[in-house]
Each structure stands twice: as C-alpha cells, then as structure tokens.
C-alpha cells in the first residue's frame, strides 16, 4: 500500500507522449502527473516528437501510438530502441509487422487500460540499454 510518504515508482521519471487522440492525450498527461512524472509533450506528429528526440534531451520512458491520424510513427520507435529508451505501445490497430518489429515491447489496445499501462511503464528498467553496439564494444 502506498503512504503519503511513499513515492509512486513512475516519479520524477521523464516520460515522453507520442498520442493523436486529444483525450487519451489529455488523460496520460494528467494521470502520469497525478503520479508525479514528468510529462514530455504530449506530441500529435511523429515529426513534432523526432524534432524533441533530435534535442538529445532525457527521456526514461515513452508511451507511444504507431499510427498517428494515419502516418506512421515507426521512426519513433526506432529511435527509442536505438537510444535503448523504453518505451510501450498503444494503439488501436495491431498488425504483424508491430509485432515482429517490436518484439519484446508491450503493446496495450485502445481503450487503455491505464493501471496496466502505468504498471508496465513502472517495471521498465531505469537505465537505458542502447540496442546497438559496434564490434569494439562500445556504443554506435
């Protein structure tokens, strides 16, 4: 049981929104912060989030839709598996190529369940763990 003096696992964790659906991205953004995380964007385009990502600012975890009013937002995730950033799907189309692509990542279907949601985000590792390294071992 959480005290007041307890702190919620997703505190103070840096969490990015990619979303296009103005009340899902209403309710993340006031739900994560309820919680006391600290909310990035939320973004509507997957160009408004590479344009953040292209910040190099931190990011511990993010909570993404592959398909953003229609456009594709895989270059998104790419960049999160590149930079080893956590990150969970949500969506509501699922297909093959989600599924093989991002193995390994939690895919929750709209309407969100937002206590497995957040559960999910919270047992996410808290350091990076970049996906690429170069023969010499170290990062590429």
């Known amino acids: 049981m959480l005290t007041s ?3 919620h696992p997703l505190q ?10 103005s009340l ?11 919680v006391g995380a600290v909310v990035i964007g939320p973004y509507a385009s997957a160009d408004r ?11 511990d975890l993010a909570i993404l839709d592959l398909n953003l009013n ?9 960049v999160l598996q590149a930079r080893g950033i956590p990150f969970v799907i949500t969506s509501g189309y699922k297909t093959h190529d989600s599924d093989d692509r991002y193995d390994g990542v939690r895919h929750f279907d709209k309407p969100v369940d937002f206590a497995a949601l957040f559960e999910a ?15 010499s071992g170290t990062k590429s």
Do not use: C, W
Not at 70 to 78: K, L, N, Q, R, W
């Open 5 to 7: 003096q307890t702190a």
């Open 12 to 21: 103070d964790r840096r969490i990015l929104v990619v979303e296009d659906e």
């Open 24 to 34: 899902l991205m209403h309710e993340l953004a006031v739900r994560l912060e309820d």
């Open 49 to 59: 989030a590479l344009e953040f990502l292209d910040s190099k600012q931190r990011i």
């Open 70 to 78: 229609g456009e594709p937002a895989d270059a998104v995730a790419d």
């Open 121 to 135: 985000l919270a047992a996410a590792p808290n350091e990076r763990r970049p996906v690429a390294y170069a023969s």
